[in-house]
């Protein structure tokens, strides 16, 4: 029985992939307005404002980061750039984002809830009042425990899904837009004060450790930064767009940046409205009600009929449910997904990701990762500010990691970019990032004020870093010898098959054969894969592998035999250069015995239309194309017509053409049949008379003078003809 | 031809792996059965079984596997060796000779219309609900592209 596994990639837009990205980042809107004001006061929309500007400027960093590596999440970034102990760094901190997403998002989800059915209570003259925080809790841990089922099963999720929820959304946010501003307008519009000094006003736990110091109150720089940091809540996410990254569609830097604009103007609107639509409409005096529930109390304090906004409430508590509960999820399998690539690198036991018996599911990553989540919702208690002061440690850390991790990469790994963080400044041969820098700089300045301003975090943080960095530490230790070597390849299956045919393939008639040899040399691959649009021709790379005259034939090949680990290299070489390009490549890999019977038979089989190859170190091209040639004459009937293409590394390339074929003319000889044209027509009128005539009875005419007895004085021509344009002949560029 | 509609562009990580001598192509016949749940394709394998043995048809089992955004495609959530495993013990309980295809996708409906082949047979067995189950609509998207499709009920 024959079992054949096949990834199935499908691009996506940059709609999509903004959609999804917002599904995680957009959750934070829900709580992180509130969790800011609670802490620094009525000036708080302004710092969330700054924040959205600042997560813009870190959205660039991503983009730069995704530019070098197509699947760049942090991990992989800083070790490429930091080495492996800052990496397991970074992914502790990371994992304690992850960890504390969870928790934050089912807490505000269950506020958001309590709150409504509080007010309906109310409404309903009931005496019943459900204790906030603890449903709160409770809810979050029924939630968390339902994904978590959900991911033992082995979830079923879609970005269809995504885009779903992302259209309710904003159908709530622009409800939610109008409807404020007509409040506005018939209230009159009061922005929060600007901050300053005498206008920042901190709650007691709003400064940990510099409580005692007269620093926030006398620094506006330092006063600047702990609001900065109280608000960075609100630039969670960013993660995801790295992951999204790698199935964006083609052009696929452009649309990570158009995606990363949708995000950034989407996020601005929400995240920055409801902070500012809070202050305005919110009455002072009450606001600090709906601290936990913003948005609901938004909805409440809007112009209109009660009933019209408990509707929008309930619809406000749906929404939020929804986008929150996912980004519980979201959680688990972020963190599940971190470490299991871990696991894989040999930094955790392999022990976590034996499958569960019945699902095959990583379910002892999924145990310990929902296990802390629920231990972080009950050691919180359902008290949003607390969880949301810890989970900035996870989130700023991260980033901040990310930040000197590609400033260092810009010195590590000089060259050509496709995008660089902007404002760049050369002095000979180098270059200041001051963009970069300064973005870097931001990030690290606010974690390093976040170290002494949230004490929960900060021992919350440095506790769960320093126990995740240690177990990745010792187990690297223990487990360095038996770790996959091979950890960064992809694994690809074998799909055996007697032929290559366009339906073993999956490929459409009239697709591109690339011949791909050496992981080093892709250049082929990489010009075809810029002017092919694979929606329209296939492109399929072709991996020969030689066999020894006296060894081929005699018996079949076992799959491992005919893979080795180079060949693995080559090809996730190649798959990486088409997720970078956004563009599709069906991999295929057969025996030969003879290099140019075996590539025109392939060929011919695929019913391709170009065979496209990279130069030979030793073989001349001219002598290349005399080969295939001669190949081609080989060729079972019907012969197929082929272009034949061949790359150098430097961009240049030679087209040869197998078989009959219309030549490609020059602007001279066009413009000469042109002329021959012009006058034959005259000499001809009123006959109708074409250029195709003309190079028919041309060639009519030569063929004939070849069956005369001067046919050597028209060879001798001819060759002087080609002595003097030797020099004009210039290769296809 | 498989078809392409339904999906912008995809990618197969599968090495197809090939003396380069092209074949015969013959059309035969394929009865394309979904994994859904065990107890859905097992009634889905004994009703194609039933159908192979009338149009003289080979069966296909076919698995798509979504894997979260937050995962790369090629690291799904559920063991792969797991997955065939549970798809060849399956196919062995009703004693039948099958090819199996696993897909790992990132969205079960995109994939599938992709993978088979333009009007495709295709059985899926699936519990008949009153509200629009993820199988249900499965099925109907499908059948919507052109494919025959029979939905069989696993006994209770």
Redesign the interface.
Known sequence: ?????????????FWRAAA?VLNDMGSSAFYAGAIAEHFIGKTAPWFILGIMVLSYAVRSVYIESCSMFV?GGVYRVVKEAMGSTLAKFSVSALMFDYILTGPISGVSAGLYLVGLLNELLHYAHSNIVLPVNLTAAAFAILVTIYFWWE?IK???????K?LRIMYVTTVMVIVMLIWGGYTLSVRGVHLPPLPRLSTITYSNDALGWLHNTSLPYTITLIAILVGMGHSVLAMSGEE?MA??Y??I?HPKLRNLEKAGFVIFAYSLIFTAGVAFSAVMIIPDSVRNNFFDNPIGGLAMYLTGPVLVRLVFRAFIVVVGVLMLAGAVN?AI??S??VL??VSEDGILPHWFRV?HRR????SRILNLVVGLQIITILLSRGDIFVLGEAYAFGVMWSFAMKGLAVLVLRYKQPGKREFRVPFNLKLGKTEIPIGLGLVTLTLIALCLINLFTKRVATMSGLTFTIIFFAVFTVTEKITKNRASAHAEL?????????????????V?PGNILVMVRNYNTLHNLSAVLDRVD??KHDVVALH?RFLNRSGSGESDLA?EQ??SVGEQEL?TRA?NL??KK???????????SEKWD?VL??A??LQSSAVVLGTSPTIPVNEEARVAGLAWERLADPKPQLSLEIHYPTGQDHVFYLGPHAPHLTPKEIDLLHRVWLELSNDVAPEEIHHHDVVHFALQELQEELTKPHRVLVVSKLREHLHQIKGRKVPHA | MRNPGGCTEFNRHAIHESGGVPANSNKEIVVNVIYTDLAGTLAALQSAETLARQLRARIALLAAHTVPYSLPVTRPPIALEFASQRLLALARKRNLQTSIEIYICRDRTLCLLHALYSRSLVVLGAKKRWWPTRDAKLAMRLQSAGHQIVVVEPAA
């Open positions: 029985m024959l079992v054949a596994t096949t990834a199935m990639l499908v691009f996506i837009s999804v699947r991911n082995g979830i079923h999720e879609s970005s269809e995504a995801t992951q999204v790698r199935e569609e979201t399998v972020g599940n997904g299991n690539r499958p699902f095959g599911t990583s992809d694994q690809f299956n074998l799909e055996a098959g007697d032929d290559l045919t366009p339906e073993t393939l999956g459409r694979t929606r020969l799959p005919l893979f090809f798959l088409a997720e956004g563009k599709t490549i069906h991999l295929a890999v057969a025996a030969a075996a038979r392939a011919q089989s």
